[in-house]
């Protein structure tokens, strides 16, 4: 177990490898990934990470955001976390940006959907996040009271940075874990929860999630990234957690994409069971367009964006 900043040491010493899990995608974007020890260079495809605007940009921004603020009206919780939101980029010193309100937004109806999952007791798991930001907005409101954080080495490096910046270096170091192997994860899980508030795992290592007490697993926006074999080896993970307690799954991504390589992900060929009890599917009210600062000001992504709300059945492994 590495706990605080031996953790960002040790991610530093393996994002120089190949990552044996990253798609053609993450392989093209992360060619150019270094971390210098004080920030990064080389950031692709992890979304926005614009410098806190100015007043009049700010404002602009705003305005542009005005469209998506429209729906989090439909959910209680959503003004909460927007103000949270803003604390939190504020921390962090980044503009809170489309790819931070999408993530309030989508919480906020997860809170709403099924509120009983989401609470300071409650355990999720944020299956590729970027910059961190679901994971610390799940944290910083307090819809969960431990977070376990699953990405690719690089990626999960830039993810407990901006953790680091939100909590602050002395609370970092005592809340965050990185496991690499069963022995490791008990010894973070024997922690309380609040003495825990993150576990990361490398996606090398994703299994070890089957040993963690998950209520929520959560992925938007990466497993239309990934290779159909390692979305079926995340299913598996999530169906052996089912197994033993009642999981619940949202997943957002592209009907489809193709990668670099011509390898095409399609939403409707993950590998989702015809017993798994549907709470929510269809297109997602806010991951259909983003905005630009030039017109025309709101552009549609290259292809729709779905989202599932399901409790996942137990069933055998998949193999692909």
Known sequence: MFPGHAAINYLASEAIKDDPNASSHWKKYHSEFKFTGQGFAGLQGFGGLEKRPTFLRRWFLLLLQTRFRRFGDAYAKFNTVDGIAREVTGKQQRAYDLDVLRQALTISFLHARVPRKFTENSTCCVVGDGFASLSTLLLASKLTGRVVLVNLTKTLLVDLWYLKLWMGPEKFETSVDLVVDEAGLAQALEKPQCASQGIAIEASHHQLIQSCPIDVVINIASMQEMDLRVVVEYFNDMRAIAVKRDLLFYCCNREEKELPDGVVTRFANYPWH???????????????????????????????????????HANRPLTQ
């Open 274 to 312: 015809a017993d798994d009890q549907t709470l929510e599917d269809g297109p997602c009210p806010w991951h259909q367009y983003y905005y630009a600062t030039r017109p025309p000001f709101y552009r549609p992504y290259d292809g729709p964006h779905m989202h599932r709300l399901v409790t996942l």
